[in-house]
């Protein structure tokens, strides 16, 4: 099982930036895929991006341009850089893993982190 520690949440103002960071621990034979879900009161969780093994992303249309996903391997961790937030990005944030244990593969996520942008 792989555990997964999210920092980084806050409020900010329209136009604001802020950095997540998800840290992952534990066993994985290998990690296909590390992204970030958000969800607002009264919506679904969507997925505003993820990045692979290869380093391919892909992002939410409402955040391509502002957002940027990355990683450090040797970290085990995925950072999420948001600039020129909005107050439609205010949402709970979840950092989530798909990875290999084995011959199973599993999907894992974060506690969750707010994050509050004001108008």
């Known amino acids: 099982q792989v555990q997964l520690v999210e920092s980084g949440g806050g409020l900010v103002q329209t136009g604001g930036s802020l950095r997540l960071s998800c840290a992952a621990s534990g066993s994985a034979d290998s990690i296909n895929r590390m992204g970030w879900y958000r969800q607002a009161p009264g919506k679904q969780r969507e997925l505003v991006a993820a990045?692979?093994?290869?380093?391919?992303?892909n992002y939410a249309d409402s955040v391509k341009g502002r957002f940027s996903i990355s990683r450090d391997n040797a970290k085990n961790t995925v950072y999420l850089q948001m600039n020129s937030l909005k107050p439609d990005d205010t949402a709970v944030y979840y950092c989530?893993?798909?990875?290999?244990?084995?011959?199973?593969?599993?999907?894992?996520w974060g506690q969750g982190t707010q994050v509050t942008v004001s108008s």
């Open positions: 990045i692979t093994s290869s380093d391919s992303t």
């Open positions: 989530s893993i798909n990875y290999r244990s084995g011959s199973v593969f599993y999907t894992d």
